[in-house]
DNA sequence: TTGAAAGCGCTAACAG
DNA sequence: CTGTTAGCGCTTTCAA
């Protein structure tokens, strides 16, 4: 197969110039004569040349490679991040590798090797659920290959950080609620390990605390990002019937799995309990009712990430660690709007 | 950076071996013995060696990279049969290279040219929808390099493609509709210059004529695969007085945008309009009402692919082509369901 | 069982 | 402006 590549040799020796001017005709170098490099461009365009990135990236020590790794990918958060990462890569001339660690620490640590074992430039990562061991990212930041933490972040010093206002926009939306009436607030948390667990759960305590009002702890259940956590934690109140008026979820998977929860034993939405969720999507508004979120800035999260890599791809002198949060924002649609109860 | 990358040959000289036989040693080459295997590999460890890919494949010509080209990936159709291609080829050992073309002819071919120039074993690709011209293709399979197409596939003899039965899918849908009583049925439908659009047109208009009813051409409107698509078209039939009992839209998407635009009107579906689609997703159960859909398998799609697209790049003699064609079967929630008129 | 030599395709540094 | 030399880190013969 590779017999059939067309290499810088081939259009040299067509050329009878060296491969080296091939080379740097190719690139623009502005060493070779404007007719050369005409001539040279136009043969290996008709000689259909595609340059060996291989060999390339090998030679030149730089792979303009960026590695990205996330959780997973069919959640609209994951996916619209990727999204807004590719472009941004795109406009700046780097490919990206995206991996996928499936919320599984192990799987994640192997794609991180075979991400420095590509050499890219620069690595993006939201950590899986489950990563506990940091081990991994302290190697690659004394390795110096740049690292940002993007959203989902591990607690370690002197690391690169893009999140968003976890804690603010729990709080606010814990605010707006209990200014409407809610007294009754649960929230189905993310776990304790991940920093976007502990900060909604802590901007939700917060706003509670300041309106003087008791925090239950049987209505902080704590538990993974999915449809599951909100199906189960709903039912396990509902059997208990110890079911608040207002659940905030943690993200807008779990939402789902309360409404799931809430038609199959027959409560309704808004009018028996109400719900609002961290994390928006856009059919949220399709859904009945028209659910209520915590909006996150995908798009500046992606586009911030990535130009703080590259400015420390750029420049690999910095040690100073930055730490980018982005606000939220509060969307109203059919939940959390109106307090239905006396 | 690269300075403190250990190679080959750092542990080869700290072992007073030859560079060869670490190589080897590391790669569990039988000729090396078991001693001096368990020696490199522990010192390789204690170093935290990382194997150079770009060095690797370059010299045995061989990356373990598939390229992958989708024209979205925010969507769950096309972020479900993601994942799965990832899953199928991390159990392979490939990796993955994914780039997004949005639905962009151009931005697909950069990203074409791209992957054979990282040297890719192979391709898969689910064309966007303005790719018109199919010479890059041609030109791909000419270089040997395997390439499978799935799902989006061009009108092009001699290729691979992996697909799922559209027109079956789209006639059964029809048929089970005109079974329930429906007679005024319109189709939101794809490009027809997309073979998914002309396929399921025709599995549309098959329907309708097997039952003898007449296909009013008003209510075939092709437009791209999005929201915007059911929004537009739905409003230019309200607004010409002229709605169906019944809209079959091409994707889920442009059902989503027909509900949106139905509740801005204040149609109610299902009541006074029929909604159903192609392409299923997790949320649909949640509109108001659920959305009933033609299920199409994404996780055979993917695995198909991915094992076809092996079968070539592991064997470059075979010159037939496959087509594989996968069914789908109707999911019916709260629409599709009943006829509600006269 | 090990290693020396050659080369994958390209680029960087330096000479001409 | 162009070319020579050297080497990126690895694997593949082939000889020892």
């Not at 780097?94 to 620490?105: C, F, K, R």
């Not at 399709?286 to 130009?307: I, K």
Request: glycine share 6%; net charge neutral; aromatic share 8%.
């Amino acid at each position: 197969m590779r017999s059939k590549q067309i290499t810088l040799n081939d259009i040299a020796s067509k050329l009878n110039v060296s491969s080296v001017t091939v080379s740097k005709a190719l690139r623009g170098h502005p060493d070779i004569s404007k007719e050369t490099t005409k001539l040279v461009k136009q043969t290996a365009a008709e000689l259909g040349y595609s340059p060996n990135f291989m060999a390339r990236n090998l030679s030149s020590r730089k792979s303009n490679m960026i590695g990205l790794v996330v959780p997973k990918i069919a959640h609209h958060f994951f996916s619209s991040l990727i999204e807004n990462v590719y472009a941004c890569a795109f406009e700046n001339n780097y490919e990206i590798i995206l991996t996928v660690s499936q919320e599984d620490a192990e799987l994640e640590k192997k794609h991180i090797q075979t991400l420095l074992s590509m050499r890219v430039d620069g690595i993006i990562i939201s950590i899986s659920q489950s990563t506990k061991d940091f081990e991994i990212f302290k190697k690659i930041m004394e390795r110096e290959v740049p690292i940002v933490f993007m959203d989902r972040i591990p607690n370690l010093p002197g690391c690169n950080t893009v999140t968003v206002d976890d804690r603010g926009g729990a709080y606010n939306v814990i605010n707006h609620a209990i200014n409407l009436g809610y007294k009754k607030i649960a929230h189905f948390a993310g776990k304790s390990s991940t920093n976007i667990g502990i900060e909604r759960i802590f901007g939700f305590k917060q706003a509670m605390n300041d309106h003087g009002l008791e925090v239950n702890p049987g209505w902080i259940i704590e538990g993974e990002f999915g449809e599951r956590h909100g199906y189960d934690s709903f039912m396990k109140l509902y059997k208990e019937k110890n079911l608040p008026d207002l659940i905030f979820a943690v993200t807008y998977p779990v939402a789902l799995g309360i409404y799931m929860a809430a038609r199959e034993v027959g409560v309704k939405i808004p009018a028996d309990i109400d719900v609002v969720c961290f994390g928006n999507s856009q059919v949220q508004s399709f859904l009945s009712p028209p659910l209520s979120c915590v909006n996150q800035p995908t798009d500046q999260l992606a586009y911030r990430s990535m130009e703080l890599l590259m400015e420390r791809i750029d420049d690999k002198e910095i040690n100073e660690t930055k730490h980018i949060v982005l606000d939220t924002n509060l969307i109203l649609r059919g939940t959390c709007v109106k307090f239905n109860k006396g």
